[in-house]
Nanobody, 125 residues
Framework: QVQLVESGGGSVQAGGSLRLSCRRSGYTYSNMWVGWFRQAPGKEREGVAA????????YYADSVKGRFTISQDNAKNTVYLQMNSLKPEDTAMYYC??????????????????WGQGTQVTVSS
């Protein structure tokens, strides 16, 4: 079993920054995929960014490229999502998720097995 705990959410004005953290514990492999997803009220959960913790390969949704950066600290079993130039449309509950292997699509929620409880991000205009 794997546990994930997100932190770092909050309220900011447009143009501001936040850094989210996702700490893994429990039965984890050194190489796992970790993804960040978000869900706004009334909308589907969508993939934002993902990282292969073994190779460091990263993927981003087009909507956040150039603004968000996913990174990792393997010694702390933690993955970060640095969010810059935030927009009101970035407002959502943000979740991290993990799985041992991604088969096809790193930003697809169906690929992931374990999920955190989420952290709220609110961006005001």
């Amino acid at each position: 079993q794997v546990q994930l705990v997100e932190s770092g959410g909050g309220s900011v004005q447009a143009g501001g920054s936040l850094r989210l953290s996702c700490r893994r514990s429990g039965y984890t492999y050194s190489n796992m995929w970790v993804g960040w997803f978000r869900q706004a009220p009334g909308k589907e959960r969508e993939g934002v960014a993902a990282i292969d913790t073994g190779s460091g390969t990263t993927y981003y949704a087009d909507s956040v490229k150039g603004r968000f950066t996913i990174s990792q600290d393997n010694a702390k079993n933690t993955v970060y999502l640095q969010m810059n130039s935030l927009k009101p449309e970035d407002t959502a509950m943000y979740y991290c998720a993990t799985v041992r292997l991604v088969r096809f699509a790193p930003l697809s929620k169906s690929e992931y097995t374990y999920w955190g409880q989420g952290t709220q991000v609110t961006v005001s205009s």
